[in-house]
Protein backbone atom coordinates (compact mmCIF):
# COMPACT_ATOMS: atom_id res chain seq x y z
CA UNK A 1 0.00 0.00 0.00
CA UNK A 2 1.20 3.57 -0.96
CA UNK A 3 1.68 6.01 1.37
CA UNK A 4 -0.78 8.30 -0.69
CA UNK A 5 -3.54 5.77 -0.73
CA UNK A 6 -2.88 5.79 3.56
CA UNK A 7 -3.20 9.38 3.36
CA UNK A 8 -6.09 9.51 1.44
CA UNK A 9 -8.19 6.86 3.60
CA UNK A 10 -6.96 9.54 6.86
CA UNK A 11 -9.01 12.58 5.33
CA UNK A 12 -12.13 14.17 7.35
CA UNK A 13 -15.24 14.46 5.95
CA UNK A 14 -14.72 17.93 5.61
CA UNK A 15 -11.65 17.56 3.60
CA UNK A 16 -12.86 14.94 1.43
CA UNK A 17 -16.16 16.97 0.94
CA UNK A 18 -13.33 20.05 -0.02
CA UNK A 19 -11.53 17.65 -2.31
CA UNK A 20 -15.11 16.63 -3.74
CA UNK A 21 -15.30 20.43 -5.09
CA UNK A 22 -11.60 20.79 -6.10
CA UNK A 23 -12.21 18.02 -8.50
CA UNK A 24 -10.79 14.75 -6.80
CA UNK A 25 -13.38 12.04 -8.57
CA UNK A 26 -12.19 9.68 -5.68
CA UNK A 27 -13.14 11.81 -2.75
CA UNK A 28 -17.33 11.93 -3.28
CA UNK A 29 -17.19 8.16 -3.13
CA UNK A 30 -15.13 7.37 -0.66
CA UNK A 31 -17.00 10.08 1.67
CA UNK A 32 -20.25 7.91 0.81
CA UNK A 33 -18.79 4.57 1.36
CA UNK A 34 -17.76 6.16 4.49
CA UNK A 35 -21.41 6.97 5.43
CA UNK A 36 -23.32 4.50 3.07
CA UNK A 37 -24.70 2.15 6.48
CA UNK A 38 -25.99 4.79 8.53
CA UNK A 39 -28.03 6.78 5.68
CA UNK A 40 -29.13 3.78 4.33
CA UNK A 41 -30.54 3.23 7.85
CA UNK A 42 -32.43 6.05 8.48
CA UNK A 43 -33.49 5.94 4.67
CA UNK A 44 -35.28 2.78 5.47
CA UNK A 45 -36.41 3.55 8.84
CA UNK A 46 -38.00 6.59 6.81
CA UNK A 47 -39.17 4.89 3.91
CA UNK A 48 -42.54 2.96 3.28
CA UNK A 49 -39.86 0.13 2.35
CA UNK A 50 -36.67 -1.02 1.19
CA UNK A 51 -37.23 0.31 -2.93
CA UNK A 52 -37.92 3.52 -1.60
CA UNK A 53 -35.51 3.86 0.81
CA UNK A 54 -32.87 3.35 -1.64
CA UNK A 55 -34.66 5.59 -4.26
CA UNK A 56 -34.20 8.34 -1.32
CA UNK A 57 -30.67 7.56 -0.68
CA UNK A 58 -29.88 7.53 -4.70
CA UNK A 59 -31.40 10.94 -4.69
CA UNK A 60 -30.26 12.49 -1.70
CA UNK A 61 -26.27 11.76 -2.64
CA UNK A 62 -26.94 13.01 -6.11
CA UNK A 63 -28.24 16.36 -4.64
CA UNK A 64 -24.98 16.03 -2.29
CA UNK A 65 -23.11 15.62 -5.04
CA UNK A 66 -24.33 18.33 -7.11
CA UNK A 67 -24.75 20.69 -3.89
CA UNK A 68 -21.30 20.01 -2.29
CA UNK A 69 -19.73 23.88 -3.41
CA UNK A 70 -23.00 25.07 -0.90
CA UNK A 71 -22.14 22.99 2.28
CA UNK A 72 -21.87 25.90 5.15
CA UNK A 73 -18.59 24.94 7.23
CA UNK A 74 -20.79 25.42 10.57
CA UNK A 75 -21.90 21.85 10.33
CA UNK A 76 -20.87 18.39 10.15
CA UNK A 77 -20.29 16.65 6.60
CA UNK A 78 -21.78 13.99 8.16
CA UNK A 79 -25.60 16.01 9.29
CA UNK A 80 -25.46 17.63 5.95
CA UNK A 81 -26.00 14.46 4.46
CA UNK A 82 -28.00 13.12 7.21
CA UNK A 83 -30.28 15.87 6.26
CA UNK A 84 -30.45 15.79 2.88
CA UNK A 85 -31.27 12.18 2.88
CA UNK A 86 -33.93 13.02 5.84
CA UNK A 87 -35.61 15.63 3.27
CA UNK A 88 -35.22 13.19 0.68
CA UNK A 89 -37.41 10.49 2.29
CA UNK A 90 -40.33 13.04 3.13
CA UNK A 91 -39.94 14.02 -0.03
CA UNK A 92 -40.79 11.07 -1.65
CA UNK A 93 -43.64 10.59 1.21
CA UNK A 94 -45.35 13.56 0.78
CA UNK A 95 -45.51 12.80 -2.82
CA UNK A 96 -46.63 9.17 -2.22
CA UNK A 97 -49.69 10.85 -0.43
CA UNK A 98 -50.94 12.77 -3.03
CA UNK A 99 -50.77 9.67 -5.25
CA UNK A 100 -53.49 6.35 -4.43
CA UNK A 101 -52.77 4.60 -1.40
CA UNK A 102 -50.96 1.68 -1.42
CA UNK A 103 -51.20 -0.85 1.30
CA UNK A 104 -48.08 -1.01 3.91
CA UNK A 105 -46.35 -3.87 2.92
CA UNK A 106 -44.92 -5.82 6.24
CA UNK A 107 -42.29 -8.57 4.90
CA UNK A 108 -39.53 -5.95 4.46
CA UNK A 109 -36.57 -7.60 3.19
CA UNK A 110 -33.80 -8.18 5.48
CA UNK A 111 -30.11 -9.19 3.89
CA UNK A 112 -29.74 -11.53 7.12
CA UNK A 113 -32.73 -12.64 8.55
CA UNK A 114 -30.88 -14.41 11.79
CA UNK A 115 -29.85 -11.28 13.43
CA UNK A 116 -32.90 -9.80 13.55
CA UNK A 117 -35.03 -10.56 16.48
CA UNK A 118 -38.93 -10.88 16.95
CA UNK A 119 -38.83 -7.59 19.09
CA UNK A 120 -37.08 -5.45 16.54
CA UNK A 121 -39.79 -6.74 13.58
CA UNK A 122 -42.56 -5.28 15.66
CA UNK A 123 -40.93 -2.31 16.83
CA UNK A 124 -40.22 -1.43 12.92
CA UNK A 125 -43.63 -2.02 12.22
CA UNK A 126 -44.95 0.02 15.12
CA UNK A 127 -42.58 2.31 13.98
CA UNK A 128 -44.16 2.52 10.29
CA UNK A 129 -47.77 3.40 12.03
CA UNK A 130 -46.59 6.92 13.34
CA UNK A 131 -46.85 9.92 11.21
CA UNK A 132 -43.96 10.63 9.22
CA UNK A 133 -43.45 14.15 10.79
CA UNK A 134 -43.41 11.85 13.92
CA UNK A 135 -41.60 8.95 13.04
CA UNK A 136 -38.76 11.68 11.68
CA UNK A 137 -38.24 12.88 14.79
CA UNK A 138 -38.10 10.13 17.14
CA UNK A 139 -36.17 8.32 14.69
CA UNK A 140 -33.35 11.34 14.43
CA UNK A 141 -33.71 11.92 18.18
CA UNK A 142 -33.92 7.80 19.86
CA UNK A 143 -32.40 5.95 17.10
CA UNK A 144 -29.38 8.36 15.73
CA UNK A 145 -29.05 10.20 19.12
CA UNK A 146 -29.52 13.54 17.58
CA UNK A 147 -30.21 16.84 20.17
CA UNK A 148 -33.39 18.19 19.93
CA UNK A 149 -31.50 21.52 18.76
CA UNK A 150 -29.95 19.31 16.05
CA UNK A 151 -32.94 17.79 15.08
CA UNK A 152 -34.68 20.95 14.70
CA UNK A 153 -32.11 21.87 12.35
CA UNK A 154 -32.47 18.91 9.84
CA UNK A 155 -35.86 19.20 9.59
CA UNK A 156 -36.20 23.02 9.78
CA UNK A 157 -38.32 23.28 12.30
CA UNK A 158 -38.67 24.99 15.99
CA UNK A 159 -37.56 23.17 18.97
CA UNK A 160 -40.60 22.84 20.29
CA UNK A 161 -42.20 21.21 17.42
CA UNK A 162 -39.68 18.69 17.81
CA UNK A 163 -40.25 18.21 21.59
CA UNK A 164 -43.65 17.75 21.02
CA UNK A 165 -43.51 15.49 17.87
CA UNK A 166 -41.36 13.13 20.26
CA UNK A 167 -43.45 13.24 22.96
CA UNK A 168 -47.11 12.42 20.78
CA UNK A 169 -44.62 9.65 18.99
CA UNK A 170 -43.19 7.59 21.84
CA UNK A 171 -47.09 8.00 23.26
CA UNK A 172 -48.07 6.06 20.51
CA UNK A 173 -45.33 3.52 20.53
CA UNK A 174 -45.86 3.02 23.97
CA UNK A 175 -49.94 2.07 23.40
CA UNK A 176 -48.38 0.43 20.29
CA UNK A 177 -45.80 -1.85 22.19
CA UNK A 178 -47.55 -2.12 25.04
CA UNK A 179 -48.88 -5.24 23.77
CA UNK A 180 -45.19 -7.13 23.45
CA UNK A 181 -45.66 -9.54 26.48
CA UNK A 182 -49.61 -9.88 25.08
CA UNK A 183 -48.43 -12.77 22.84
CA UNK A 184 -50.64 -12.64 20.12
CA UNK A 185 -52.62 -8.89 20.51
CA UNK A 186 -49.67 -7.92 19.16
CA UNK A 187 -49.67 -8.71 15.38
CA UNK A 188 -53.13 -7.42 16.52
CA UNK A 189 -52.78 -4.39 17.82
CA UNK A 190 -49.90 -3.24 14.91
CA UNK A 191 -53.02 -4.53 12.15
CA UNK A 192 -55.64 -2.55 13.33
CA UNK A 193 -56.29 0.98 11.37
CA UNK A 194 -54.58 3.75 12.16
CA UNK A 195 -56.92 5.80 14.23
CA UNK A 196 -54.58 8.34 15.29
Not at 34 to 44: E, I, N, Q, T, V
Not at 66 to 90: K, P, T
Not at 107 to 136: G, H, K
Request: glycine share 4%; charged share 25%.
Amino acid sequence: MGLRQSTRRLRSDAELLTAHVAGDRRAFAELFARHHRRLYRLAKLISLNAEDAEDALQEAMLSAHRGAASFRRNAQVSSWLHRIVLNACLDRLRRAKAQPAVPLRWDYPVADRTTQSDTAIVVQRALMRLPVEQRAVVVAVDMHGYSIAETAALLGVAEGTVKSRCSRARARLARLLGYLDAGDSTSRALRAPNRA
